[in-house]
């Protein structure tokens, strides 16, 4: 059925709900409830909707389909016909909310479109719980999933978002993270404070606290787990800081013998900077009127 001013006018409905990110215990009653009465169980891992099935206690009585990334497009379509015909849906993902970096946002669109009632059972979130527990300001933020893949459009998002004042939340796979890392530290700079949240409310939870440079470091060592990364905001004039710090860590080496060169070098290197970016800024602050 259509729908008309936003009004809802089908019968069916569709439930985004949220999956534990760690612990089965996290979850609500109501998503025991949700997954024994559907009529449709949408899962992105249906192996893994069995575990948790099996870890809650719960019989799902209606239909398992699987819901991923590569055929979110035509189920999507398929499900909306079954909302249309009155059945409820339950999307649910392998960690978090269907829709946030996940499969859930076609289907959704679709639903509503079609004027399906949509709601969801609000459950953990990543996003939240690493910014709770970074230390960082958590007023305003900014969720930007998944950094590019490839580097040069990783540097140009990241890059973009270099004055941006918000703080900023990334999700990352573990073997991208040094990357990632140094990427954030060339363009945002090495002393930027983050926060790296590894396994969040799993056993082995890790948060690891500092600067983008030093973190990036801490990476290169290898990790692994799920990676939340939440990065603290521009503040105006803390670029030019940055540099000033770096320009003075280069006279400091200077002046206690080292060669210019080695010095610029080591400094860029410490920094996740070009080296020649570096030098010339130092040429330039250095250099006689």
């Known amino acids: 059925m259509p729908c008309h001013n936003g009004q809802v006018t ?9 999956a534990p990110i760690g612990q089965a215990g996290d979850v609500s009653p109501r998503l025991r409830e949700a997954l024994a009465g559907a009529d449709v169980v949408a899962a992105e891992d249906t192996r893994r909707l069995r ?12 239909r398992v389909v699987s819901y991923y990334d590569q055929n979110e497009a035509a189920r999507a379509q398929e499900l909306v016909e079954a909302l249309k015909e009155g059945r409820t849906v339950v999307v649910i993902t392998d960690a978090g909310m269907p829709g946030v970096s996940d499969p859930g946002y076609r289907l959704t669109s679709l639903a509503v479109e ?18 709770a527990v970074s230390g960082l300001a958590s007023d305003r933020f900014c969720f930007e999933g998944f950094p590019p893949r490839k580097t040069g459009e990783r540097d140009r998002r990241l890059g973009a978002l270099a004055e941006e004042e918000r703080t900023m939340v990334f999700f990352e796979a573990p073997h991208r993270l040094a990357g990632s890392l140094e990427a954030m530290a060339r363009a945002f700079g090495p002393d930027r ?15 690891r606290r500092g600067g983008l440079g030093e973190l990036a470091e801490w990476a290169a060592k290898g990790v692994k787990g799920e990676i939340t990364v939440v ?51 130092v040429h330039r602050r250095t250099a006689t009127p």
């Open 10 to 18: 089908g019968n069916g409905r569709l439930v985004l709900a949220g």
């Open 51 to 62: 575990r948790l099935a099996a870890d809650l206690d719960v019989e799902i009585t209606g």
């Open 114 to 131: 079609a004027g399906v009632q949509v709601t969801a059972l609000p459950g953990p979130s990543a996003v939240t719980t690493a910014l």
């Open 193 to 207: 404070r983050a926060a790296v949240c590894r396994e969040l409310t799993k056993t082995y939870e890790e948060i």
């Open 231 to 281: 990065v603290a905001g521009y503040v105006p004039g803390e670029a030019e800081q940055d540099v000033d710090a770096l320009i003075a860590e280069v006279g400091r080496r200077v002046a206690e013998g080292e060669q210019r060169s080695q010095a610029v070098a080591a400094v860029a290197k410490g920094a996740g900077m070009p080296r020649r970016e570096l030098y010339d800024l």
